[in-house]
């Protein structure tokens, strides 16, 4: 009968390696039971590796585009609500206006001119329009200020360039200013179309009171898909804005004044041009409304197209999250019991045996 030792150290180191191999399995484990994905991707799927790192890409890439829409979006939205307030003054004008009509009441004139004023500084302000560090109606310009209140200087200009058309209409008035209450309404119209409308509809006469760029800002909200995410400044309805309030402060507080008839003249060209400001500013919120439509359109698509790749995704790395914790479970129970083991191993002693 041949007789086989056994060394108690030698039962200690083979249970300290299953206890450092059940400690790893449990990290593994706990990970799984708590993010619902396999510990170490890449043990568990081996070569479909490379289809989880193409997904993942593809998921990161749909992300970074909702980003971008998220901000394009938020400068459209901002946009709009500056178009609103801008519509808003020039509608407030054409009211006035209408009032103004065959008035010659002086403190209706002094009312009209103090609403053009406001009006155009309000219009002035909401174009100024920063969100995030760009500007708004800037174009591409996003770093210039667009708007630059110029009504002073065209004013006086205005004003000289009328008493010149009066006095070579009218040689023979005496004195030379007097002949500027004589002007007639299709006088004072003729005078507004050819010589104040192109300071503002000419984009060289434009300049001077907006930096922006034609070039709107664009966005990629797709793969495929490119928008226009910003308008502009140089837009029509901003300079009939100006215009129509440059001509009422300009020409209704000329001295001597304008005849009835020229005042109505006057009146009936800027309510022309408050109309057109309006239509211009409900033009540029359509296009941005558009722009914002396509981009609503576009995130539905990426979401769904994001749900699909996580769905693919979560097929190829998740795990079962109560067989994670079932073996949780398991290993704990089997390192209490290797550590038992161990405890009572070292607890032997010959000395308890003599």
């Known amino acids: 009968m041949k007789l086989s030792f056994i060394s108690s150290t030698a039962i200690q180191n083979a249970m300290r390696q299953t206890i450092r191999q059940a400690r790893n399995e449990m990290t593994s484990a706990s990970t799984e039971a708590t993010t619902g994905v396999y510990a170490d991707i890449g043990v568990a799927l081996g070569t479909s590796t490379s289809l989880n790192v193409n997904l993942t890409r593809d998921v990161s ?15 459209m939205t901002s946009s709009q609500t500056a178009l609103t307030d801008m519509g808003s003054q020039a509608q407030k004008l054409m009211d006035q206006l209408v009032a103004l009509r065959g008035n010659t009441d002086s403190n209706s004139i002094t009312l009209t001119q103090q609403i053009a004023t406001s009006s155009l500084s309000n219009v002035i302000a909401s174009g100024n329009t920063m969100v995030n560090g760009e500007y708004l109606f800037a174009g591409t310009n996003t ?3 667009p708007m630059t ?25 005496s004195p030379p200013s007097a002949a500027v209450g004589q002007l007639t309404a299709a006088q004072i119209k003729s005078f507004i179309t050819t010589n104040v409308e192109p300071k503002f509809t000419t984009d060289s006469n434009w300049a001077s009171w907006s930096s922006a760029s034609d070039q709107n800002m664009t966005s990629r909200i797709s793969n495929s898909e490119v928008i226009e995410t910003s308008t502009n400044s140089n837009s029509s309805g901003m300079r009939y804005m100006a215009l129509a309030s440059t001509v009422v402060n300009a020409l209704t507080s000329m001295s001597p004044g304008l005849s009835q008839d020229a005042l109505n003249g006057v009146t009936d060209q800027a309510i022309s041009y408050s109309r057109q400001a309006i239509d211009g500013l409900n033009n540029q919120a359509s296009q941005l409304g558009l722009s914002q439509s396509r981009l609503t359109d576009a995130n539905t698509t990426l979401n769904a197209q994001k749900t699909i790749l996580n769905t693919s995704i979560g097929s190829l790395t998740g795990v079962d999250p109560y067989e994670a914790s079932t073996k949780v479970n398991s290993l704990q129970t089997q390192l209490e019991t290797a550590y038992t083991i161990v405890s009572k191993i070292q607890q032997l002693s010959l000395v308890n045996y003599l």
């Open 149 to 173: 209140d110029n009504s002073a200087a065209v004013n006086t200009q205005i004003q000289a360039d009328l008493s010149t058309y009066a006095s070579g209409l009218y040689p023979a008035a």
């Open 61 to 75: 890439r749909i992300d970074s585009i909702l980003s971008s829409n998220s901000i394009a979006n938020q400068r």
């Open 143 to 145: 770093d210039v200020q």
